[in-house]
């Protein structure tokens, strides 16, 4: 939300804010905020009024006037952006002494800070100080508030729903007014109510979802608890079968080993004699060489 800031300049050339108002927004967003530019000639003409309804010596009693601006940056933090860079300074060159300050409230972070020059847009001051007003000057504070109360009843509540009254507040409601402090914080307690009526409601949902995800997982874990027992039993069934297959391989082996071994002594055996048999053979030769001989010289006709 954006508004304006009514104030003064005190005897000791300070800017002084003392009251102001959010009229209705054209645009509201986290990021932006914008209100008719109507606004601030409705404000001067209470100014105006104020100033003159109340006499008092110039001297003395300072004039009121639009001294600031002041918007929120909720959950954003205190700074100023970009656009309310350029926002603060087309505001500067409407004054005629330059005099303008820049209010930025975070409500969710319960902070605020106070611009003094658009050129610092991270250098800022706490909103807080105290205020002393002589009989005069309050009363020109609370006749604004009042013809900005006779605005509101003839644009609505609505075009005007909160008017900032500060140290005011008390005697501006003492008159009849609506209290708006008041009423926005019962919305608000409203508001959270309902919030947390929702919240509790989901609460209540999730947390019987819950309650139907932990029956699901105990499911779950039973189902998981019989298959790793299931899964257990097959390991110790493999590995029974496995060391069974592996001893009937050894078994299967050692076989093997004794039968070559047997069949290598045969082998062994039947060459032994076979060179037996080649020494036999040997002796023979000598005499086969003499019958050959002499079966030749009986050919030729030898005796």
């Not at 409203?190 to 999730?206: A, C, L, P, Q, V």
């Not at 039993?233 to 050894?250: H, N, P, T, Y």
Request: include cysteine.
């Amino acid at each position: 939300m954006g508004g304006l800031l009514i104030g003064h300049v005190d005897d000791k050339g300070r800017n002084v804010c003392a009251v102001g108002f959010f009229p209705e927004q054209i645009e509201a967003t986290a990021g932006y905020c914008e209100f008719d530019g109507s606004w601030l000639a409705m404000s001067a003409a209470a100014i105006d009024h104020a100033n003159s309804a109340i006499d008092g010596d110039s001297g003395d009693t300072p004039n009121l006037r639009v001294i600031g601006w002041i918007h929120t940056h909720p959950g954003l933090g205190i700074f100023l952006s970009g656009i309310d860079v350029k926002t603060y300074e087309a505001n500067l060159d409407m004054t005629k002494d330059g005099r303008f300050v820049a209010v930025v409230v975070d409500p969710l972070e319960g902070k605020n800070g106070v611009f003094l020059t658009p050129d610092k847009p991270n250098s800022h001051s706490t909103a807080s100080g105290t205020l002393f007003m002589d009989d005069k000057l309050r009363g020109r504070y609370l006749a604004f508030l009042q013809r900005m109360e006779e605005i509101r009843e003839v644009r609505g509540r609505e075009a005007l729903p909160f008017l900032l009254c500060g140290d005011l507040r008390g005697e501006h409601v003492s008159k009849g007014n609506v209290d708006d402090y008041l009423e926005s914080y019962l919305k608000g307690i409203h508001s959270i109510r309902k919030d947390f009526k929702n919240w509790k409601g989901g609460f209540d949902s999730e947390s019987r979802r819950i309650d139907e995800l932990e029956v699901i997982i105990g499911q779950n874990e039973e189902v998981v608890r019989a298959l790793q027992d299931e899964m257990h039993s097959m390991i110790q069934e493999v590995i029974a079968r496995l060391d069974k297959l592996e001893q009937g391989f050894d078994n299967s082996i050692k076989s093997l080993t004794e039968m070559f071994e047997a069949k290598i002594s045969e082998m062994e055996g039947r060459l032994g004699d076979f060179e037996e048999d080649d020494e036999e053979e040997d002796d023979l030769v000598p005499a086969l060489d003499y019958l050959a001989k002499h079966i030749k010289a009986l050919e030729c006709g030898d005796s």
